[in-house]
């Protein structure tokens, strides 16, 4: 069972260019999320979807895209990467509360994209 | 103000330590507080979480909730080298279907 899976692990891109991580889980999940991790900062909502076809935007989402065309997959775009956009990226998902009996939303991470924006 | 702030570390202990991990939230409406183990260049991984005030064991791990004083905590009995890690608190509101995070605390614990 594969869980979370993001691809890619690391990336160099030049300023201005352009990019899209993509994250795939087999665990059937509702919703799906992308985080930002910075020294210091800890995890920071990039954008998020509850179901297949929706998306919102979390708590910094300029200069980010995302589409869940399927319900297995949240793609992550930069359209114009900037330096400040270096980071860990970490994509997670879980099913909703309402649906197991303990309420909690409980996130399943993947192991991380490493971005580096020159 | 952040909506959840963690004791920020880093956290040096010797092997066999008790460790106390703290955050504090100021949003009533969390109802779920939750910790995840980090390991270096990994993705979180869920510790265990609680709901409501209380406490819950789990092992050597036992996590407590204070919502009279919206206070969280994780403690680390007999504490080993394989829990060197960096733990993140994180709070939710069901309702909203996203989670809150502390900043992380380092921990390292020295054989």
């Known amino acids: 069972n594969a869980g979370v899976t993001q691809t890619p692990k690391f990336r160099v891109l030049k300023t201005g260019q352009s990019m899209t991580l993509l994250c795939a889980q087999d665990?059937?999940?509702?919703?799906m999320y992308w985080y930002r991790q910075d020294p210091g900062m800890g995890l920071r909502l990039i954008h998020y979807?509850?179901?297949?076809?929706?998306?919102a935007k979390g708590e910094v989402p300029d200069g980010y895209n995302v589409s869940r065309l399927k319900k297995q997959n949240f793609l992550l775009g930069l359209e114009s990467a900037a330096p400040s956009q270096t980071s860990v990226y970490f994509c997670?998902?879980?099913?909703?509360?309402?649906?197991?009996?303990?309420?909690?939303?409980?996130?399943?991470f993947g192991a991380g994209s490493r971005l580096t924006v020159l | 103000q952040k909506e959840v702030e963690q004791d920020p570390g880093p956290l040096s202990v010797p092997e066999g330590a008790i460790v106390s991990l703290n955050c504090t939230y100021s949003?009533?409406?969390?109802?779920?507080f939750m910790w995840y183990r980090q390991y270096s260049r990994k993705g979180p991984e869920l510790l265990m979480y609680?709901?409501?005030?209380g406490n819950k064991e789990d092992g050597r791990f036992t996590a407590q909730v204070d919502k009279s004083s919206k206070y969280i905590s994780l403690f680390i009995r007999d504490s080993q080298p394989s829990d060197s890690a960096t733990y993140l608190c994180?709070?939710?509101?069901?309702?909203?279907?996203?989670?809150?995070f502390g900043d992380g605390t380092t921990l390292t614990v020295k054989p």
């Open positions: 609680t709901y409501s005030s």
């Open positions: 665990m059937n999940h509702e919703y």
């Open positions: 979807s509850v179901g297949e076809g929706t998306t």
């Open positions: 997670a998902s879980s099913t909703t509360g309402l649906a197991i009996l303990s309420g909690a939303n409980v996130l399943t």
């Open positions: 949003n009533s409406a969390f109802q779920y």
């Open positions: 994180a709070c939710d509101n069901t309702n909203a279907g996203k989670s809150t």
